[in-house]
């Protein structure tokens, strides 16, 4: 990685290393090749074509499809001190007169446009006149005519490259094998990039499910272990969202609700306040969290079933995207599964696609019905392979299973028996022994497997399907109205080849114990962490800003463990960059530490590098010298921009010091100077 790279990694971002991944993109952007990156969500997409663009000459121009994030990309790299812009529709006229006196002057870094732009005959021109060097596109699966974000005037990127001849560098955080190939096509043509698709892996997050045993209760539990964290509940109905965020308001909780049927201004408000609130609990629909980059959401609760691995991957994502820990818990039941499979057969796909949709439900039934650790199974389902996590409910209790050998192939005898044209609940009664017309009208109390299943209960056996449907051995089939069709998966315990083991817990569907409160620091630290809280709030208040633009949990988490009382100490906690430690460092020392000594303005430029040690040394060795040798001559003394200027210079030599400090002061100060520089 170039050593400028390297230095803006720490001074302007606040870090002393890259998270996994990001180096070989940042390099391989630096140096101006064509790239398209997959990486996780929270994987640190933005800094992998934020850094480079202060690395590379020229203006880098960022296509995204999200007003409210690049609004809030644009404000944090502001306050880290790079001259980025925007221009989209939610701009003040203010604003947007702001960044074109920017692009004519030659002082931006940055400029983010939303893809409508480009739809402008004169979009082309302004960019190239504005000196543009390289182009990045966030969220580039919105290229892809088959996905549900397509956006159309992405497919305008690619003559924008072509055009303006520069390098272009795409990322995603979903794309298939198939996705891949159409971004590659339509964004760069036959420049074929350099891809890298980084692993899926989020190992901050705690990953937990649990069986819906009154869930309303289950989630107020859930929150209350983690009060005054910032969280998510997603939601499967709007009605259902409002109901919740009220509960969580009784419990003590803020909370607010957000569905695709509020009015627009009233969604803005929910998003302000959640980007800005410290704390607050969102019930939501999936319409939330697209373009919501806070970073610091410590927990994400579904209290229904997602509807596929990838929407739960999705989802549980906006966690921990500070890299601190986080958590999850998603709530799942019958009820579930059938309104899920409701979704999947009344759409208007056709039969095989809404199969391959039932088998994708069944992978995420077997990710809640999982036997081993559940982030094998996540990443299995990916195709990656890993050890198992020790950071999910599983690896923390692994769960009771029993062979259940017999009762799966009772249940496929039934199926079977029945030629595949019921679904679950009546495979239920014939094993059972029921007597129900529906039985009594197709002679299916003469099939041997009629009555066969009488040790189990019909809840019992309605978890024993479910589970079968979750190591994907049947599947609804659309074309026989939800019938269960088995999988090739399944002949072989049919046949007596191959055993199978269940969760018995799920089967008893016992009742999970009281929450364990997990705090986010240690009991004597909470205190400061609150008031360390209160003061960025003050701060991002007067910004109008969310509060993490000032600092993020993470940052205020290990100041109030770490407790800095210096501004060098300061400098060494992870995102407090030099521009921040400039603007905010005194403030948090006093809330650290009280009153703090006052400290020139440029020796706080040089807190947290080497230089300011040196300039310490110096001032100190001029303190000593101030009235000479031997303490009778006229006092003297460098200004602090000399002394700046002096620690960060390579002088060797008097002559080198007399053009910093001038003849008369090297004459006094110049040996003990060298002595130290040389040291």
């Known amino acids: ?192 990039p350099e891809i890298f698709l980084r692993g899926f892996d989020r190992p901050n997050i705690h990953l937990a499910f649990a069986a819906k045993d009154s869930p309303r209760r289950q989630i107020l539990e859930f929150a209350a272990a983690r009060k005054g964290q910032s969280g998510i509940v997603y939601c499967g109905t709007r009605a259902r969202t409002e109901v919740l965020a009220q509960a969580l308001r009784e419990a003590g909780h803020g909370a607010i609700h957000y569905h695709g049927g509020m009015e627009a201004d009233a969604r803005r408000e929910a998003e302000r306040r959640f980007q800005q609130e410290d704390g607050l609990i969102v019930a939501a629909t999936v319409a939330f969290g697209m373009g919501i980059d806070k970073p610091d959401i410590r927990w994400v609760a579904h209290s229904d079933l997602p509807k596929s691995i990838e929407s739960y991957y999705q989802e549980i ?31 208007l796909a056709p039969p095989e696609r809404r199969m391959a949709d039932h088998g994708r439900l069944n992978a995420l039934l077997g990710l809640a019905e999982a036997l081993v650790c559940r982030r094998q199974q996540l990443l299995g389902y990916f195709g990656e392979t890993h050890a198992p996590c020790g950071h999910c409910d599983l690896c923390d209790t692994p769960p009771e299973t029993f062979d259940a050998t017999t009762a799966v192939r009772m249940a496929l005898s039934a199926a079977l028996r029945t030629e595949e044209w019921f679904g679950a609940g009546h495979l239920i009664d014939i094993l059972m022994g029921a007597k129900t017309d529906k039985i009594a009208q197709r002679g299916h109390e003469s099939l041997p497997t009629y009555g066969v299943g009488k040790e189990y209960s019909k809840n019992q056996w309605q978890a024993i399907f479910r589970q079968m449907m979750g190591h994907d051995l049947i599947r609804p089939n659309p074309e026989r109205h939800g019938a269960l069709t088995m999988t090739q998966a399944a002949r072989p315990i049919l046949r007596g080849e191959a055993a199978i083991t269940l969760r018995r817990d799920t089967i008893k569907a016992a009742r999970a114990s009281g929450p364990r409160v997990r705090q986010m620091v240690s009991e004597e630290d909470a205190p400061l962490l609150s008031a360390l809280k209160a003061k960025r709030r003050f701060f991002a208040e007067q910004l109008n800003a969310p509060a993490y633009v000032v600092f993020n949990d993470k940052s205020l988490i290990e100041m109030a463990e770490g407790k800095p009382q210096t501004l060098d100490q300061m400098a060494k906690i992870g995102g407090v960059g030099a521009k921040k430690l400039e603007k905010y460092g005194r403030a948090f020392l006093e809330v650290i530490a009280g009153a703090q000594e006052d400290v020139h303005p440029m020796r706080r430029k040089l807190a947290g590098r080497s230089e300011g040690e040196v300039y310490d040394r110096l001032m100190a060795a001029q303190s000593d010298l101030s009235r000479g040798p031997h303490g009778s001559d006229k006092p003297m003394s460098c200004s602090a921009s000399e002394l700046a200027k002096v620690a960060k210079s390579r002088a060797t030599d008097v002559a080198g010091l007399e053009r910093i400090i001038g003849e008369r002061h090297a004459e006094r100060f110049g040996a003990a100077f060298l002595e130290i520089l040389q040291e």
């Open 1 to 192: 990685m170039p050593d400028g790279a390297a230095t803006l990694l720490q001074s302007v971002f606040g870090f002393d290393a890259f998270r996994p991944g990001q180096e070989e993109i940042v390099d391989a952007v630096v140096a101006g090749q064509n790239v398209l990156a997959i990486m996780p969500t929270g994987g640190g997409k933005s800094l992998c074509f934020q850094l480079p663009a202060l690395v590379r000459p020229g203006l880098t121009v960022v296509i995204s499809p999200l007003i409210a994030l690049m609004r809030d990309q644009v404000r944090g790299l502001r306050e880290a001190g790079v001259n980025a812009g925007a221009l989209t529709s939610g701009n003040t006229q203010e604003e947007t007169d702001a960044v074109w006196a920017e692009l004519e002057r030659g002082d931006l870094q940055l400029l983010y446009i939303a893809p409508e732009r480009l739809a402008s005959s004169g979009t082309t021109h302004m960019l190239r006149r504005a000196g543009v060097s390289f182009i990045a596109v966030d969220e580039a699966h919105c290229v892809s005519q088959w996905g549900h974000d397509f956006r159309p005037d992405y497919l305008r990127i690619g003559d924008l490259r072509a055009d303006l001849d520069v390098p272009l560098a795409a990322f995603t955080a979903t794309a298939d094998a198939e996705t891949r190939d159409e971004i590659v096509q339509k964004l760069f043509g036959d420049q074929a």
């Open 317 to 347: 994502g906006r966690a921990g995207r500070d890299g601190a820990p986080a958590e999850t818990l998603t709530l799942f039941g019958a009820q579930d599964v059938g309104f899920r499979r409701q979704q999947i057969d009344e759409g």
